[in-house]
Nanobody, 122 residues
Framework: QVQLVESGGGLVQAGGSLRLSCAASGRTFSSYAMGWFRQAPGKEREFVAGISWSGGSTYYADFVKGRFTISRDNAKNTVYLQMNSLKPEDTAVYYC???????????????WGQGRQVTVSS
């Protein structure tokens, strides 16, 4: 199986930036598409961004387009989520996940990180 370990996130004021990292081990990271999800208070877990195994294709939820960027460095077995212009409504626990094919629903992902808190204050 694949182990995913997240780092980064934290607390920032509105308009600020944070970065999340997700390091993979256990199997060949480059064979997997990766995604980021988040779960905010009172809401279901929702798709944020995804990236193909090669990094050549990306997909974003409408509510983060123009603000968040997903990227990956296969040499480092790591996927990133750069979050800029953060808003209080971005406050959530963020999870990275791995799948054989890029997808936007959590049921299609096979492995999950432990989650990292992102809190945006007003």
């Amino acid at each position: 199986q694949v182990q995913l370990v997240e780092s980064g996130g934290g607390l920032v004021q509105a308009g600020g930036s944070l970065r999340l990292s997700c390091a993979a081990s256990g199997r060949t990271f480059s064979s997997y598409a990766m995604g980021w999800f988040r779960q905010a208070p009172g809401k279901e877990r929702e798709f944020v961004a995804g990236i193909s195994w090669s990094g050549g294709s990306t997909y974003y939820a409408d509510f983060v387009k123009g603000r968040f960027t997903i990227s990956r460095d296969n040499a480092k077995n790591t996927v990133y989520l750069q979050m800029n212009s953060l808003k209080p409504e971005d406050t959530a626990v963020y999870y990275c996940a791995a799948t054989r094919f890029i997808a936007t629903t959590s049921d299609e992902y096979d492995y999950w990180g432990q989650g990292r808190q992102v809190t945006v204050s007003s």
